[in-house]
């Protein structure tokens, strides 16, 4: 879309103090229809989707059968505008074929199930920030603030019909706008004009990045790919092993209880100095994990990373080193998130 975008430290502060606007179209959307659709779904989703209400929306991830991530996903459970209810699935986008050539697979049989990737057809804007639900609010049939978190609803910005939800990955609060492709450019001049005058605007994917670390949130191709067990991630939220069967299950109930496996930390360190993916976490002269994600952090004024460590040294106030590009650097183990908006 044509827009300027600042630098990625004001785009960072404008998110956490007004209002920043993401495109964030390039992710997956795809939509179900078909008998039991929750019924599938909850059999290849990590936390339980089957007979959740309408207007809610989960936070889950996909594995295959030996418990590796394939995606981490937003389940929709919505209704449209004529209160039909429906179901949809919002993925990464470098996972989006991976994703439908899965479902597909794993379709029974005597299913009448199908799935309509509309990622070409859709887009989606995120608005984000502690001014943005009362700037959408302004142009929008519903008020975002009506709405619980992880929950959506059918809505209309002028006379554009929108999917509104409120499930930022910022730290921030916020919601977000599914469109149809062909007014999506109208739709963001609409937000952009009262954005800009609040203090806010566009902001681009290196100021999102940096704001979700803040929050802690992972990130797949990071934190989380398919050599991740979610037994190691620290997202207990997102897994409901209890009266439940689905693809991955018996390899994550197994790894709950293997202390060998590294499991996610957060890491602050000393100076200014990043410590980025792939750098090496050492104790004691030896290597005990790797960095995922590293930078310094905006709002905090430190250096931050998350990663993964043996569990001995995982312990909240262990100091630990970091080898970054050969220089030593001084890290403690944090408690995360790092940054929690008030």
């Known amino acids: 879309m044509p827009v300027q975008y600042k630098s990625i430290m004001e785009e960072h502060h404008q998110t956490r103090n007004a209002i920043g606007i993401f495109d964030v179209s390039h992710m997956g959307r795809l939509f179900f229809t078909g008998s039991h659709v929750d019924q599938f779904l909850d059999s290849l989703t990590t936390r339980r989707v089957a007979g959740v209400d309408v207007g809610r929306i989960r936070y889950s991830l996909m594995t295959n059968e030996a418990g590796g991530i394939l995606d981490d996903v937003l389940v929709y459970h919505l209704a449209d505008s004529a209160g039909t209810p429906f179901h949809m699935m919002v993925v990464n986008a470098s996972n989006r074929e991976k994703i439908v050539n899965w479902l597909n697979a794993h379709i029974p049989a005597e299913s009448d199930i199908s799935i309509d990737d509309r990622t070409l057809e ?12 009362g700037m959408v609010a302004e142009i929008c049939s519903v008020n975002p603030d009506d709405l619980k978190y992880y929950t959506g609803t059918a809505a209309m910005i ?18 977000e706008l599914i469109v149809d492709a062909d007014v999506a450019l109208n739709v963001w001049e609409m937000l952009m004009q009262p ?17 979700r670390l803040e929050a802690a949130m992972p990130l797949y191709g990071h934190e989380l790919d398919e050599t991740t067990n979610p037994a190691q991630t620290d997202l207990k939220f997102a897994v409901n092993l209890k009266d439940r069967e689905f ?3 018996d390899a994550i109930l197994a790894a709950s209880s293997e202390p060998s496996l590294p499991i996610r930390i957060g890491l602050e360190l000393a100076g200014k100095r990043a410590a980025r993916e792939n750098c090496s976490i050492i104790a004691q002269g030896n290597k005990v994990g790797i960095v995922t994600s590293g930078t310094f952090a905006p709002t905090l004024q430190k250096s931050i990373s998350m990663g993964y460590v043996d569990r001995q040294f995982a312990e909240i106030g262990t100091t630990l080193e970091i080898d970054i590009r050969g220089k030593i650097a001084t890290a403690q183990v944090v408690k995360l998130p790092f940054y929690s908006r008030t």
Do not use: F, W
């Open 122 to 133: 859709t887009a989606m804007i995120a608005i984000q920030g502690p001014k943005a639900n």
């Open 158 to 175: 002028g006379d554009h019909p929108v999917i509104l939800s409120r499930t930022g990955y910022t730290g921030e609060d916020g919601c």
């Open 195 to 211: 954005a800009v005058q609040q203090g806010g605007g566009a902001t681009g994917l290196a100021a999102r990045d940096t704001l």
């Open 247 to 249: 693809i991955g299950r």
